[in-house]
C-alpha cells in the first residue's frame, strides 16, 4: 500500500469520490483518508454530526429522514456546508456519496471558493462486476453485520461469524433490484461527470480488481491531477 502524505497538520487534499454502487468508493474514501491525512465524510457523517450538534438544519434533516423521506437539496447542502466550511471545519476532506446532482455539485463548487474541490475521482467498474459483488451481499436478521460471498463469506455458510444469526439478501439486493438502481446512477451521474471534465477536475480510475491495486492506481492519479493543477 501507498505510505501516507505529510501535508501539515490536518491535511489540505479536498477530493470527492464517485462511484456506482459496490464499485468500493466507500472502502476507497477511508483508504484516501488515511493517505492523505483528511477525514473521509458521507451525507450521513455531516447528518450525525448536524443532529448531535443541535443545529436547526440537522433537526431538519432528521425530520425528513425519520419520514423516510429524501432530505431536499437546500438541506443536503447546508448541512454540509456547515460541516465542512463552517467555523472549525478541517482544511481537507474526502467526500463520498454527494454530489449526486448537478444543482449540488454547483453549490459545493460555489461553497468551496475560492480554492474550489482538488480532484473528483470517478471509480470506474463494469457492471457485470458491479451485479457480481452486490447480488453476493447478506446481512444477519440479528445483529445487522455484512458480508459478501465473493470475498468475505461467514465461516459458517448461512451464519453470522457474530451471533449466529440467520443472513439474508436484501430486497434490495437482487438483480432486477440493483440494475434498476444502477440506472437511476447512470441517468442523475453523466451530467456531473461531464460537468466536472469540463472543468478539468474528474480523473477515472479502474475500479475493478483486489482492493490494494485499485488503491495505488487512485493515489497515482490524484496526485498526478494534483500536480499538474498547480
Not at 468500493?24 to 483508504?31: H, N, R
Not at 483518508?33 to 440537522?58: I, M, N, Q, W
Not at 429524501?70 to 482544511?91: K, N, Q, S, T
Request: charged fraction near 25%; aromatic fraction near 4%; proline fraction near 6%.
Amino acid at each position: 500500500m501507498v505510505a501516507a502524505r505529510s501535508e501539515g497538520p490536518g491535511g489540505r487534499a479536498r477530493i470527492i469520490v464517485l462511484g456506482k454502487q459496490g464499485s468500493g468508493k466507500g472502502t476507497q474514501a477511508e483508504y484516501l483518508a488515511e493517505v492523505y491525512g483528511v477525514p473521509h465524510v458521507s451525507t450521513g457523517d455531516a447528518f450525525r454530526a448536524a443532529v448531535k450538534a443541535g443545529s436547526e438544519l440537522g433537526r431538519l434533516a432528521q425530520s425528513y429522514m425519520d419520514r423516510g423521506d429524501l432530505v431536499p437539496d437546500d438541506i443536503v447542502m447546508g448541512v454540509l456546508r456547515e460541516h465542512l466550511f463552517g467555523p472549525g471545519a478541517p482544511e481537507g476532506f474526502i467526500l463520498d456519496g454527494v454530489p449526486r446532482t448537478l444543482a449540488q455539485a454547483e453549490a459545493l463548487e460555489q461553497m468551496a471558493s475560492p480554492r474550489g474541490i482538488d480532484v473528483v475521482v470517478e471509480l470506474e467498474v463494469p457492471t457485470a462486476e458491479v451485479l457480481r459483488r452486490l447480488s453476493a451481499r447478506r446481512v444477519c436478521t440479528t445483529c445487522g453485520t455484512n458480508y459478501n460471498l465473493a470475498f468475505n463469506p461467514p465461516k459458517a455458510p448461512g451464519r453470522c461469524d457474530v451471533c449466529g444469526g440467520q443472513l439474508v439478501q436484501r430486497d434490495d439486493d437482487t438483480e432486477e433490484a440493483i440494475r434498476r438502481r444502477l440506472e437511476l446512477y447512470e441517468s442523475s451521474t453523466a451530467p456531473l461527470v461531464s460537468w466536472y471534465r469540463d472543468r478539468g477536475k474528474l480523473v477515472s480510475v479502474d475500479g475493478d480488481g483486489p482492493p490494494e491495486e485499485v488503491a495505488e492506481r487512485l493515489v497515482a492519479a490524484i496526485d498526478a491531477a494534483r500536480a499538474r493543477a498547480t
